[in-house]
């Protein structure tokens, strides 16, 4: 099919601050095969262990998976992998300045390091992503962010732990800059209050850091215990921890 008379596909510079990851994908499709009128395209990120990403055409719609490593990417990282993926599901060869563009970020000393750390955690401690059964944290961390945190807080890795441990209910591992969470509360029979109350105090680790002055090692600092006050129904959301 044609586009339509006086049509022409934005250029790059003009649209890639405006565009969903969807309506990258499309005008890249568009300026791949011009005379195909583009099938929907659904683009997700999700928690894989390492940065690849898959394209696949199935029942007349593109569908395109892409590590969430590549979520905060810059759009002309997103767009140099919009022509990588669909360069590779027609077969057409891939212009070198989008290969070379995405390979050099891919490279940048600070995604090597969060790929490393990313396979590290995902490989031993995260069966999944962010995204329970039941609960999802990162909507949950940001609800908290804005309510008690101003939206300050930059998220970790969030995920669930292997198990469904009642011993370790939550932890924060400043080294991999991530926060698991025990499974045992991705359930509906647990009620909300129990988890966010973990998942609070956990954010209060990200926010006041271990204080090492002086001999002792202060985990939960005068300011955390101030801070975790804040918290309404501490006293329901511990009944609840307890009958576990
Ligand atoms: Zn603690």
């Given at each position: 099919?044609?586009l339509?008379p006086?049509?022409?596909?934005?250029g790059?510079q003009?649209?890639?601050?405006?565009e969903?990851?969807?309506e990258?994908?499309?005008?890249?499709?568009?300026?791949?095969?011009?005379?195909?009128?583009?099938?929907?395209i659904?683009?997700?990120?999700?928690?894989?262990a390492n940065?690849?990403?898959f394209?696949?055409?199935q029942?007349?719609?593109?569908h395109?998976?892409?590590?969430?490593l590549?979520?905060?990417a810059?759009?002309?990282v997103?767009?140099?992998?919009?022509?990588?993926?669909?360069?590779?599901?027609?077969?057409?060869?891939?212009?070198?300045?989008?290969?070379?563009?995405?390979?050099?970020?891919?490279?940048?000393?600070?995604?090597?390091?969060?790929?490393?750390?990313?396979?590290?955690?995902?490989?031993?401690?995260?069966?999944?992503?962010?995204?329970?059964?039941?609960?999802?944290?990162?909507?949950?961390?940001?609800?908290l962010?804005?309510?008690?945190?101003?939206?300050?807080?930059?998220?970790?890795?969030l995920g669930?732990?292997?198990?469904?441990?009642?011993?370790?209910?939550?932890?924060?591992?400043?080294?991999?800059?991530?926060?698991?969470?025990?499974?045992i509360?991705?359930?509906?029979?647990v009620?909300?209050?129990?988890?966010?109350?973990?998942?609070?105090?956990?954010?209060?680790?990200?926010?006041y850091?271990?204080?090492?002055?002086g001999?002792?090692?202060?985990?939960?600092?005068?300011?955390?215990r101030?801070?975790?006050?804040?918290?309404?129904?501490?006293k329901k959301a511990?009944?609840?921890?307890?009958?576990?």
């Amino acid at each position: 099919m044609q586009l339509a008379p006086g049509f022409s596909p934005p250029g790059p510079q003009s649209a890639l601050l405006f565009e969903t990851p969807e309506e990258m994908f499309t005008r890249v499709f568009r300026e791949i095969k011009p005379r195909t009128q583009p099938p929907p395209i659904r683009v997700g990120f999700f928690p894989f262990a390492n940065a690849d990403s898959f394209i696949k055409l199935q029942d007349d719609r593109i569908h395109v998976r892409i590590s969430d490593l590549l979520e905060g990417a810059p759009a002309p990282v997103l767009e140099a992998l919009a022509y990588i993926l669909i360069g590779k599901l027609y077969r057409r060869p891939v212009p070198r300045l989008y290969a070379h563009r995405y390979r050099l970020y891919l490279n940048r000393r600070d995604m090597r390091r969060q790929m490393h750390l990313v396979r590290q955690i995902r490989g031993r401690k995260f069966l999944s992503g962010a995204e329970g059964v039941h609960y999802d944290l990162n909507e949950i961390f940001e609800r908290l962010n804005a309510r008690y945190f101003n939206g300050l807080l930059g998220r970790p890795l969030l995920g669930w732990s292997r198990q469904p441990s009642r011993s370790m209910l939550g932890h924060f591992d400043p080294s991999h800059n991530a926060i698991i969470i025990s499974r045992i509360f991705d359930s509906a029979s647990v009620p909300l209050l129990a988890l966010e109350y973990v998942l609070f105090h956990e954010m209060l680790h990200l926010r006041y850091p271990v204080d090492h002055r002086g001999v002792r090692r202060r985990v939960h600092t005068k300011e955390f215990r101030a801070a975790e006050r804040q918290f309404p129904n501490v006293k329901k959301a511990k009944e609840i921890l307890k009958a576990l």
